[in-house]
């Protein structure tokens, strides 16, 4: 069965650190591009950061940048997102997410959520 | 704001169709041919209905069908069942980012 599964969330103080990571399972892992999806309590989706097959090539929304770091472990069929300097505004649903096409994600995993609060 | 306009909510009665609008700019929904749309029900992941504008993944109902003109990417709902009530999402490849861009997404309410 294809499968991602994240794991790692949970409540953090504004400012601390946390690393998500994906579980991939059911399908060549290092032939995708894979991508962190977010969203925030009641509020639509957004488009995180992404990697390469090879993790030669990274891309990050700008409110993350310089604070996220995404990567991955092929060897491992495992994708994870480095988050520091975590602020409230980063309290969402963290989803990992394979990419089918450009702007397409084909499988999603259930999600972890992540809460920034003092 | 989000880069790309829905509308916040539609509505249409069991055996209806609606149609959701995506609105966007020459930059992504009227450049490119990578419009997706995604059903979300309440408290799981997104599932991808439409890609690349018009084609449905294996196992998305032929109810579901995308289209383009111009910078909006419409997703029709033909025949409209009780379980299609959910959020809907479009998302758009964009030349203005180095990610693509979703919509602020669309709530179904099936009456």
């Known amino acids: 069965e294809v499968q991602l599964v994240e794991s790692g969330g949970g409540l953090v103080q504004p400012g601390g650190s946390l690393r998500l990571s994906c579980a991939a399972s059911g399908f060549t892992f290092s032939s995708y591009w894979m991508s962190w999806v977010r969203q925030a309590p009641g509020k639509g989706l957004e488009w995180v950061a992404n990697i390469k097959q090879d993790g030669s090539e990274k891309y990050y929304v700008d409110s993350v940048k310089g604070r996220f770091t995404i990567s991955r472990d092929n060897a491992k069929n495992s994708l994870y997102l480095q988050m520091n300097s975590l602020r409230a505004e980063d309290t969402a649903v963290y989803y990992c997410a394979r990419d089918y096409s450009l702007a397409a994600f084909d499988i999603w995993g259930q999600g972890t959520m992540v809460t920034v609060s003092s | 704001q989000s880069a790309l306009t829905q509308p916040a909510s539609v509505s249409g009665s069991p055996g209806q169709s609606i149609t959701i609008s995506c609105t966007g700019t020459?930059?992504?929904?009227?450049?490119?041919?990578?419009v997706s749309w995604y059903q979300q029900h309440p408290g799981k992941a997104p599932k991808l209905m439409i890609y690349?504008?018009?084609n449905r993944p294996s196992g998305v109902s032929n109810r579901f069908s995308g289209s383009k003109s111009g910078n909006t990417a419409s997703l029709t709902i033909s025949g409209l069942q009780a379980e299609d009530e959910a959020d809907y999402y479009c998302?758009?490849?964009?030349?203005?980012?180095?990610?693509?861009?979703f919509g602020g997404g669309t709530k179904l309410t099936v009456l």
């Open positions: 690349e504008v018009s």
């Open positions: 998302s758009s490849y964009t030349s203005s980012s180095t990610l693509g861009v």
């Open positions: 020459s930059s992504d929904v009227g450049g490119y041919n990578y």
